[in-house]
């Protein structure tokens, strides 16, 4: 069974660091490009970083700078170490993987950014 699933959200106070992992099952993770996505309560999903099966990256340019996204092959994880976290953060974090017409979601992890 083919799975993604997210750990490592919670409560941070603005200005705190967090990091997520997204741990792969039943697939070939190494092939995969890999892609974090964040939904904000009344807004729509929003795409934030992208690393490819090659390693390349690319972000969202309001959290270039401050989220760092990257993969273990190894480990069939990825990451998203974000830092400098604001309150407008604040939202449920997946992880996505893809390759040509196959794509996976995970469930979600919830990040609140508040003092």
């Known amino acids: 069974q083919v799975q993604l699933v997210e750990s490592g959200g919670g409560l941070v106070q603005p200005g705190g660091s967090l990091r997520l992992s997204c741990a792969a099952s039943?697939?070939?993770?190494?092939?995969?490009?890999m892609r974090w996505y964040r939904q904000a309560p009344g807004m729509q999903r929003e795409l934030l970083a992208v690393?490819?099966?090659?390693?390349?990256?690319n972000y969202l340019e309001s959290v270039k700078g401050r989220f760092t996204i990257s993969r273990d092959n190894a480990k069939n994880t990825v990451y998203l170490q974000m830092n400098s976290l604001k309150p407008e953060d604040t939202a449920v974090y997946y992880c996505?993987?893809?390759?040509?017409?196959?794509?996976?979601w995970g469930q979600g992890t919830l990040v609140t950014v508040s003092s």
């Open positions: 996505n993987a893809v390759r040509e017409v196959a794509e996976v």
């Open positions: 039943g697939m070939i993770f190494s092939i995969y490009h």
């Open positions: 690393i490819t099966n090659g390693g390349t990256t």
